[in-house]
């Protein structure tokens, strides 16, 4: 693969007119690439609003910025070939910190937001991101650290367990040293087992500049060192460093070893905890309330018994907003059925809510178990298995969503977390949450109706009631939705179900379906 990697001049001056002339340092060398001399390119960080800040990061971004952000796209296709570029963006009324992938046809194929930011940029108002995704942009799975991001090993790790070809990291780094810039980013290709390709700004003081790509070996392949630069390098994606196993012993692949011997239950395990959930093989099990014919529904000891068997995938909960605000987890619109207290949710407070009794109802003997508050499940939880979470209501202005996506976003789980509901929590997902994955349960009792309103909110998933046929799950498969079936508690029952094409079954036994998975 031919890789070509711009070096822009820092515009010192940390002017709207200093921004323009390195926009033009841009486009006049992307100009002069003709399409037969590059199959990707890599821009630095900023590279729509370089040298600025707040307030005038977020008017150039809304003007010049966004021509150039257009002219990038085209220029991917002119070239035939995919460029990336860490931009500044303001999208759902906010400001990240996006890397982009534009794609040869034109148009993106995918980005990702800057999860680690510095004291600088969260000060402007950007909002970091909450996942560290692998885009599969078909020629090759690309990785992104954006600059800051660098510093964290763990980031690596979160890259290095999805299998990236390519790592690529737009930067500033202003004030570090090329020594160390070369050896972070051989020691990251070391981590990823994959090549390193870093672009950032050529400074007069020294510091920065070093736009480089290092193979999986950690061997520097090109470095453009100090001074502004279009750096050319051929680089190939599938080569892996192999090492001797250990001394005398035949030779494997670097990451393999790696991954032969890595023991996650003593370090961070969510992203090995991530990959397993969302790979694993259908059917699945989804422990509707928890265990919730053995324990009290939608209550911390039902999950937590859901999550005792590691065959249980998911778990489904539901969700009402209480008078201040707080998530409650909470079937009824009333208390009155699940516990010995009365009362709307909507209408009480927290306080009022948590002296309620939530275990007697079903025996005396779980006298004491309370209603838990969505985060309290959400701890308990910890990535263990994905989440089902059933939003009663959107809450005023789609308030109990947002409130759910950023909960799911401040601890990383907007991969595991989907958001189930009728159309107004559909919408309102849609709207404030768009990269959470959804289930409609709307029209529910008509099938073709159902697909039809999943596929409008662009939904990853649905839920049929107990009266789907085989062609409704046939439809939603040739729609390229996972079918969730409310829901089956026998054995012979399930298998039914399964035989007919559902992917995921909602139990409240989920013990007794052990043996279907």
Not at 321 to 337: E, I, K, L, W
Request: with cysteine; net charge negative.
């Amino acid at each position: 693969m031919q890789l070509v990697i711009l070096q822009p001049p820092y515009p010192v001056a940390e002017t709207s007119e200093a921004a323009m002339a390195c926009l033009e340092w841009q486009r006049q060398k992307l100009a002069a690439l003709a399409p037969d001399e590059t199959d990707f390119v890599l821009l630095p960080e900023y590279a729509n609003a370089p040298g600025l800040s707040a307030p005038q990061l977020l008017d150039f971004v809304r003007e010049p910025g966004a021509h150039f952000v257009a002219e990038l796209s085209g220029e991917a296709r002119r070239l035939e070939a995919w460029l990336v570029a860490g931009i500044a963006v303001e999208h759902g009324g906010v400001l990240r910190n996006r890397t982009v992938a534009f794609s040869p046809e034109g148009g993106t194929a995918g980005h990702y937001d800057k999860v680690h930011l510095p004291a600088a940029e969260a000060e402007m108002g950007l909002v970091a991101g909450a996942e560290i995704p692998v885009l599969d942009l078909g020629m090759l799975r690309l990785g992104v650290a954006t600059c800051f991001d660098v510093y964290f090993p763990e980031h690596f790790a979160a890259l290095a367990a999805q299998l990236p070809d390519l790592v690529v990291s737009p930067s500033y780094q202003r004030s570090e040293s090329p020594d160390r810039i070369e050896f972070m980013s051989r020691s990251r290709a070391l981590d990823t087992g994959c090549t390193f390709v870093r672009a950032s700004y050529a400074m007069p003081t020294g510091n920065g500049g070093t736009s480089l790509a290092v193979g999986p070996d950690g061997e520097i392949l090109a470095n453009a060192g100090a001074e502004p630069a279009v750096l050319q390098v051929r680089i190939n994606p599938r080569q892996r460093y192999e090492k001797p196993a250990s001394h005398g012993k035949p030779h494997v692949e670097h990451r393999e070893l790696m991954e032969q011997h890595r023991r996650p239950g003593l370090y961070r395990p969510n992203s090995e905890r991530v990959e397993r959930l969302l790979k694993a093989p259908f059917p699945r099990l989804c422990a509707h309330r928890g265990l919730s014919n053995l324990c009290p529904e939608n209550t911390l000891p039902a999950f937590g018994a859901a999550l005792a068997m590691p065959e249980v995938n998911e778990i489904e909960l539901d969700l009402w907003m209480s008078a201040d605000g707080v998530p409650v987890v909470c079937h009824d619109p009333q208390v009155n059925r699940t516990t010995d207290g009365e009362g709307i949710v909507t209408d009480l407070t927290w306080d009022q809510i948590r002296e309620f009794d939530a275990g007697c109802r079903l025996d005396e003997r779980w006298r004491g178990v309370r209603l838990p508050r969505f985060e309290e499940v959400l701890d308990l939880v910890d990535g263990r298995a994905m989440i089902n979470i059933h939003i009663k209501a959107p809450g005023p202005d789609g308030k109990l969503v947002r409130l759910v996506a950023d909960l799911l976003r401040e601890r990383g789980m907007t991969q595991l977390g989907y958001i189930a509901g009728e159309e107004d929590v559909l919408a309102a997902a849609l709207t404030c949450a768009p990269e959470i994955p959804r289930a409609c349960l709307a029209h529910q009792r008509d099938a073709p109706r159902l697909i039809a309103t999943a596929l409008r909110y662009q939904c990853q998933r649905l839920q049929f009631f107990r009266n789907v046929e085989e062609e409704h799950c046939r439809a939603a498969a040739e729609a390229g939705l996972i079918r969730n079936l409310f829901w089956s508690d026998e054995l012979a029952d399930a298998q039914h179900y399964v035989d007919m094409g559902i992917d995921v079954l909602l139990t409240n036994e989920a013990h007794r379906l052990l043996p279907l998975v």
